[in-house]
């Protein structure tokens, strides 16, 4: 069974440069989201680092001879492994690009969040640093596949926030976790098994802040043609204020 990939970004209503990066490899049966944050386009470079950084890894993580830039924890499957060694050397770099720029304190604390999802065969893993999401569509259903790495998620998780504390919450931009953010870097990766017409998304919150899943996923059932649902959740983050930048990956399993 083949696999087939879409993705489109698009800078917004609101915004005057796009800080987030889109990364679709079909050879690699791989598409990556980055949402870029930090002042004097820091963010745009930041996301630039990290899909150029796991497009590297890539490139090189099939080539039985390569020496990978972080050990292979063998606890944990492949996919698993290839997300994470990704993240973690995207974040090294993007750590040290910061340190080269110190004189320029525009790119001082810059950061990325990244989402990444891998299909091979039936099966697909998604990885993620932020709050930057992965979803499987399935039969008109969307599913979360990731967890945002948030103050607010955070917060839902302790059960102390009522429903109108959540809709009205004042920080719901602070994330937890980012590539850039510290030395050390903790990947989730989640692993799921696949049926023939499932569409595995990542997006970055440019999206999901302006749709609602529940949209989503009738986008998806709607539309067939893979790119143009792309650009259709695109145009509909857009119609609904586009306050941020809009980026959205789709690899369906074919049927």
């Known amino acids: 069974m083949g696999f087939e990939f879409a993705g489109a970004t698009d800078v917004g209503r609101k915004r005057d440069h796009n800080e987030d990066s889109l990364l679709v490899l079909p050879e690699h049966h791989l598409a990556v989201v980055c949402d870029g944050m930090g002042g004097h386009e820091a963010g745009e470079v930041a996301s630039g680092i990290g899909v150029e950084t796991v497009k590297k890894f890539f490139d090189i993580a099939n080539d039985p001879d390569a020496t990978w830039p972080f050990r292979y924890d063998r606890q944990k499957d492949e996919g698993t492994n290839l997300l994470s060694v990704a993240a973690q050397w995207a974040n090294q770099r993007i750590r040290e690009s910061a340190g080269a720029e110190a004189m320029n304190a525009g790119k001082r604390g810059m950061g990325t969040t990244y989402v990444a999802c891998l299909v091979r065969e039936k099966k697909a893993w998604f990885g993620w640093v932020g709050d930057s999401r992965g979803y499987l569509w399935r039969r008109g259903e969307l599913h979360p596949t990731t967890s945002d790495h948030s103050l607010l998620n955070e917060l839902i998780k302790t059960g102390r926030l009522s ?42 919150d440019g999206l ?48």
Request: aromatic fraction near 2%.
């Open 163 to 204: 429903d109108d504390e959540i809709a009205n919450f004042q920080h719901k931009n602070v994330i937890t976790r980012a590539l850039g953010m510290a030395d050390q870097t903790e990947v989730d990766v989640s692993a799921w098994d696949l049926e023939p017409g499932d569409v595995c998304v990542v997006c970055c």
């Open 208 to 255: 999901t802040g302006m749709v609602t899943d529940e949209r989503i996923a009738e986008i998806l059932s709607k539309e067939t043609d893979l790119q143009h649902a792309c650009q259709t959740l695109v145009d509909e983050a857009n119609n609904n204020g586009g306050i941020d930048n809009i980026t959205v990956a789709l690899v369906r399993l074919a049927s």
